[in-house]
């Protein structure tokens, strides 16, 4: 062999020397071999057709880098945080399988169990999110999330809220957020979950599979609670056909007329069935039914309500009576 061959043989060879010499590149933003690989990879997710639609194409590589970062501070698969990363309202919510899933894998904790108290349906029915720790033993119990707090927070008045379909599910999911946030908050990193959001805001998915929520939803979020009555109805105090002013009396006198109106055995077996399922609604079902002249159907529903939202329904069954009352007097009238 020929010192120049020898020479072109050592020389293909150091190469390769060097290359085994060269530390591993991670994927992040703060140095330019990084970036750039974090920016090549998030590129093939883009192409992939596997990624939700928020995720996919030339424009949505910052969305792929940003979900590939988060995935690598909570130590989840990139795509896996893809699927289960929403955009609500621009900002980034879990969902609440995903936030479950990543506790019980994180090996600190034993799985999430749920412990249940009350009867269905009642005000005290509810469950609470428990694992033991695995490092002393203790057992770490969350918060109760009851019917109660469900109805004064107004999580299941919210058009299509899943809390009047499937609301055992929705305890389970909501137990679980606040148990995460109480003891694992790093998990979540400072995000609510999907199910969340969509209880403040009636948030839904579009085409591209972000959740929206209208400019009216979130003037109606920011609406003190008496303005959920339409603004052409009349208030609750004081009838705008004849100017008088309700008192207690006069609301008092309302509902005996329409209770004495109806057979007391439809009564009673309206009653019954209504007690049943009042418990599942809020306020706006309260007020629908008075404007649909379902009086009793509102009063059992109000029974479940908190005292300020019982006597906004009552009173505007007194104001609905009222402006019925007058209404039929000036037909009588014309007639004469």
């Known amino acids: 062999m020929t010192a120049a061959q020898t020479t072109n043989l050592q020389a293909l060879r150091q190469p390769a020397a060097q290359a085994s010499n060269v530390p591993a590149v991670h994927a992040g933003f703060f140095d330019l071999q990084s970036f750039e690989l974090m920016q090549r990879v998030s590129k093939a997710f883009a192409s992939s057709d596997l990624v939700p639609q928020q995720y996919r194409g030339a424009d949505k590589i910052a969305n792929c880098m940003i979900a590939m970062d988060m995935a690598q501070r909570i130590g989840a698969n990139p795509l896996m945080v893809m699927q289960n990363l929403y955009i609500v309202h621009g900002t980034p919510s879990w969902s609440s399988k995903f936030l479950i899933a990543t506790i019980n894998a994180c090996g600190r904790f034993s799985s999430l169990r749920y412990e249940w108290k009350g009867e269905p349906g009642g005000k005290d029915y509810g469950c609470r999110a428990w694992a033991i720790e695995k490092a002393t033993g203790e057992r770490l119990d969350g918060i109760w999330v009851t019917w109660e707090m469900v109805q004064a927070e ?183």
Do not use: C
């Open 154 to 336: 107004g999580w299941a008045s919210k058009n299509g809220s899943k809390w009047k379909t499937m609301p055992d599910q929705m305890f389970v999911y909501r137990a679980a957020a606040f148990w995460q946030r109480a003891y694992a908050p790093e998990l979540g990193m400072g995000l609510q979950t999907a199910e969340e959001v969509g209880d403040v805001f009636d948030a839904a998915p579009d085409a591209s599979g972000n959740y929206v929520v209208t400019s009216e939803d979130l003037r109606q979020q920011g609406a003190p609670a008496e303005k959920t009555v339409a603004s052409d109805e009349p208030p609750f105090d004081v009838d705008t056909t004849t100017g008088e002013v309700l008192t207690q009396q006069s609301v008092a006198q309302g509902l005996r007329q329409q209770r004495e109106a109806e057979p007391v055995q439809q009564h009673q077996q309206e009653e019954q069935g209504s007690q049943q399922q009042s418990a599942m609604f809020g306020l706006d079902d309260a007020l629908e039914s008075v404007r649909r002249g379902a009086f009793d159907e509102a009063r059992d529903i109000a029974r479940s309500l908190s005292e300020k939202d019982a006597q906004i329904v009552e009173q505007t069954i007194a104001n609905q009576q009222k402006a019925g009352g007058t209404t039929r007097a000036r037909r009588q009238r014309d007639v004469e």
